[in-house]
T-cell receptor, first 110, second 113 residues
């Protein structure tokens, strides 16, 4: 199966700062999603982004499918952004399995 | 619109006991999945189903069984619980796999003592 590598593993930001999270895939994917797991454990869908760029408020994501990576941008971070961010994808060659990275743990401080 | 609902939210089992986790979705999705999440790790696929009456093994299927008798429901069973099955279990559903978005339930925290 594919390997999904996320960086950095941990990130501490002061409120108002910007950050970029990265997700690298070992093989091509045709279904890429970003999730936020909040401190209560809920998995919130952020972006479904197989390719291109999308924006939603202070968050945006870019996927370059040909180079097998995706980026999540968080601007003007807030304490409510704290939690773990996961990317996940489905390998083009092996259907039915959404493979997750191990996540980036973000803490936003005042 | 409830989306994906898991029952129960919390459970404590003794080693050797059995239990069933229920996942229900109201989005008419074909695909349903069960994942487990352990501390410091991402989510790992236990079993999945590509439609009513079908099931298939994922990465970590040992010790679990599943059934999909109705399209909207996906059941995960533990026949003889072990401490290694202490985890948070997530159910998800999607219309398909390629080029479709998956949606997750709120999770079930299971402790086996």
């Amino acid at each position: 199966g594919i390997q999904v590598e996320q960086s950095p593993p941990d990130l501490i930001l002061q409120e108002g700062a910007n950050s970029t999270l990265r997700c690298n895939f070992s093989d091509s994917v045709n279904n890429l999603q970003w999730f936020h797991q909040n401190p209560w454990g809920q998995l919130i869908n952020l972006f479904y982004i197989p390719s291109g760029t999308k924006q939603n408020g202070r968050l945006s994501a870019t996927t370059v499918a040909t180079e097998r990576y995706s980026l999540l941008y968080i601007s003007s971070s807030q304490t409510t952004d704290s939690g773990v961010y996961f990317c996940a994808g489905v390998n083009t060659g092996t259907a039915s399995k959404l493979t997750f990275g191990t996540g980036t743990r973000l803490q936003v401080t005042l | 619109n409830a989306g994906v609902t898991q029952t129960p939210k919390f459970r404590v089992l003794k080693t050797g006991q059995s239990m069933t986790l229920l996942c229900a979705q109201d989005m008419n999705h074909e695909y349903m999945y069960w994942y487990r999440q352990d501390p410091g790790m991402g989510l790992r696929l236990i079993h999945y189903s590509v439609g009513e009456g079908t099931t298939a093994k994922g990465e970590v299927p040992d010790g679990y069984n599943v059934s999909r008798l109705k399209k909207q429901n996906f059941l995960l069973g533990l026949e003889s619980a072990a401490p290694s099955q202490t985890s948070v279990y997530f159910c998800a559903s999607s219309r398909g796999t390629a080029y479709t978005e998956a949606f997750f339930g709120q999770g079930t925290r299971l402790t086996v003592v």
